[in-house]
């Protein structure tokens, strides 16, 4: 038996996820097209429905309760139930309808074009929305379920979400060939922590390696010794090719950076002796419902992610620098030593 329901309900769970969401009564009743004094209502009329408080308010401050966590995590499902519905219904005839959003790192969401290119080609009622992100705003956007699921690299799977892992990345120290700092093919922590580095610029990113050499005991050797600080690989490379430092990237990012450069004087060295291999999967929310077109992006993208050939930098880094006649006569250049 389903229980009867004040027929605003829905949108006062509405108002209280968005002034979560924003911080305020203020920034939620500017999202949803209201007033605030509507807002403040709902949220009135919800705390009284279910006999409960929802946020703690000091002065202007409203900080969200126990009882308000546990109402943001159902909230959610339910919009999250409501969508599928919507989904599943509109996609009774067969034919794939609604819309797709995935929030991803720029490496993983280059990989994946070939494979979302032909989904759309194919499936050509879905909308697609694909969003870049640092790994930690993927975490976000998956977490609050602002996106149907991510795509990134993580070091360790997280404890809240699933993460359906398709390949793993080694992690290799990148410099400069005629670098000046005597760099030996198989680098210990020792020679890494004498060493100048061009770094990521997201510290608090739990998914990289600086970070992870932190609070795996190993120092901050890579933030103390930093030169300059860059939130992209393609700049990151740019400054290692001009010899202001190393730099420590995993595989993918590593080839994501070969697109439209002549990287003819970077080499690189393994690292998988010291670090862990970064781990990239599907990411998606605990408990969430994945709508019908949703659920066949992710199997393509797996199916696809599955083909692909094991990840090799020495390999791809030989191939990317062959010329197109070589390629054409089908012989390969002698590559260079990529370890110096």
Not at 100 to 126: D, K, N, W, Y
Not at 183 to 204: H, K, M, Q
Not at 256 to 277: E, M, V, Y
């Amino acid at each position: 038996m389903i229980d009867e329901l004040n027929g605003d309900f829905l949108q006062w769970l509405r108002g209280f996820y968005w002034v979560v969401r924003t911080g305020s009564v203020r920034r939620a009743a500017e999202r949803m097209h209201r007033n605030p004094s509507t807002i403040s209502y709902q949220l009135r009329s919800l705390e009284q429905e279910l006999n409960t408080v929802l946020f703690d308010r000091y002065k202007k401050s409203l900080r969200i309760t126990p009882e308000g966590s546990k109402l943001l995590d159902w909230t959610i499902t339910t919009f999250e139930a409501l969508q599928g519905m919507r989904s599943s219904v509109g996609s009774a005839d067969g034919e794939l309808k609604g819309t797709v959003t995935i929030a991803a790192t720029l490496p993983m969401a280059t990989l994946s074009v070939p494979s979302i290119v032909e989904f759309s080609r194919r499936h050509q009622g879905v909308d697609l929305v694909v969003e870049r992100g640092l790994s930690s705003e993927v975490r976000k956007a998956v977490a609050e379920s602002r996106v149907d699921f991510g795509l990134l690299p993580v070091i360790s799977k997280p404890e809240d979400d699933r993460l359906e892992v398709v390949f793993k990345a080694r992690p290799l120290l990148v410099m400069r060939r005629d670098n000046p700092w005597n760099i030996p093919p198989v680098p210990e922590l020792a020679d890494l922590r004498r060493l100048p580095y061009v770094s990521f610029a997201n510290e608090g990113d739990p998914d990289d390696l600086g970070y992870w050499c932190r609070n795996a005991g190993l120092g901050d050797f890579i933030q103390k010794n930093a030169t300059i600080r860059v939130n992209n690989y393609h700049l990151i490379m740019r400054f290692v090719w001009h010899s202001l430092g190393v730099t420590i990237m995993d595989e993918l990012c590593f080839q994501a950076t070969n697109f439209g450069a002549d990287w003819k004087q970077i080499c690189f060295r393994p690292l998988d002796h010291l670090f862990p291999n970064r781990l990239y999967g599907i990411l998606v929310r605990r408990n969430k419902h994945i709508s019908p077109q949703a659920s066949a992006l992710m199997r393509a993208l797996r199916e696809f992610f599955l083909s692909l050939p094991s990840l090799d930098a020495e390999t791809a880094w030989r191939n990317a620098r062959q010329t197109p006649e070589t390629q054409k006569a089908g012989r390969k250049t002698r590559p260079e030593n990529s370890n110096g």
